[in-house]
């Protein structure tokens, strides 16, 4: 669909139809575009948790206060990221020193670089880990809207109860929760939206 | 363009042309895009700096470890975040009532719940403003693309000077910054994804 029509149609959906399934040829087709979404340094610290079986999901409701939707989507999806920076270092700068984006020098320094990350604080590598696994999130509720499929992104969920109930290491920050499948009611009119005039400053913060 | 084919396209472009410029109207139609992503509960905490004034870019550029594709941009963008989440929340709340998504009694209530979000640790604020922030920097890649435009994120900065040079106040993140721009010069070859395989887990985290 036309980028801009896609913008216009997606919503995020509260009521999804529990009667139908989504495949894994679907869910191939969808990360195939996640998967290309920008990250600091090319690092992906993302990983996804897609949660299909009914027991499952209703194990998910309930660290997600009980919220309808998460067993009413044919798939929960789990948004993971890395709070190690330099989880996939080696091989991430290895193919950029290949490509000819770095020389081999400059590949093993920024190896260093990142591996040096590990020692900042919890809460920098919270923010890092959320920030570039928001980017793949957006991806995933336009490819899934693209592929016609109802999305909410949600972020009301206990993360200590999620990370128990799905085996997430410590490592992992549970960034958000992403409902998939198929609407079962329209929504709504849009809610409002901030407008231009509000949200953007020109040459400095317009306090 | 196609989602799909744009999600194929779109790159963090490292070679800008510095004789180009976006103009006012440009920026209105790419933010329209950019206003529609989803944030939790539609607070949407975002606000954006547009820097195109060549001096101002400057002194962004020494902010960002010298980076050339800073003044080599036509726009810079200083993606922030509110830390307060009840920020927007009276008038949010007050348009959910109003279309019917909220009956009075919940809006309120909803208007209480954000409000007490105020006293979680400025570590879970942090990470709630990137969280969404970050959705609506991944929708201004994508418009930014579909416009023709090239762009880049970038997270390597220093956010204390960032916020001392642009007057951007202590209750904003400064999530990331974003070049806007005309491509001087073709990427080259896409760096490595993580594989369908190893970025997706099913039912729980395979460790």
């Known amino acids: 669909m036309d980028f801009r029509e896609l913008a216009r149609k997606r919503r995020s ?12 040829h679907q869910l191939e087709e969808l990360f195939e575009f996640v ?7 090319d690092l992906q610290p993302w990983e ?28 929960m999806v789990i948004v993971c990221g890395s709070k190690d920076p330099a989880r996939h270092a080696e091989r991430v ?15 093993k320094k920024s190896v260093e670089r990142v591996t040096k990350w590990r ?18 999130a957006m991806s ?28 997430i290491p410590e490592g992992f920050e549970v960034v958000m929760l992403v409902a998939l499948g198929y609407e079962a009611k329209p929504n709504r009119e849009r809610r409002m939206r901030r407008p231009y ?7 400095k913060f317009r306090a």
Chains 1, 2 share one sequence.
């Not at 209703?58 to 997600?64: E, F, H, I, T």
Request: hydrophobic share 35%.
């Open 13 to 24: 959906n509260d009521h999804f139809d529990p009667t139908r399934q989504i495949s894994d």
């Open 35 to 41: 998967a290309l979404s920008p990250s600091g340094y």
């Open 48 to 75: 996804f948790v897609v949660v299909r079986d009914p027991a499952n999901k209703a194990r998910l409701r309930a660290c997600a206060f009980n919220q309808p939707k998460v067993t009413d989507a044919s798939a």
């Open 93 to 107: 700068f290895a193919d950029s020193v290949a490509k000819g984006y770095y020389t081999p020098e400059t590949g």
């Open 119 to 136: 020692e900042r604080s919890e809460e920098e590598n919270r923010v890092w880990a959320v920030r570039s696994s928001a980017l793949s």
């Open 140 to 167: 995933l509720l336009y490819a899934a809207c693209d592929m016609g499929l109802a999305s909410c992104p949600m972020e009301g969920f206990e993360a200590d109860k999620v990370r128990k109930e799905f085996a």
């Open 197 to 203: 005039s509000e949200i953007v400053h020109h040459e």
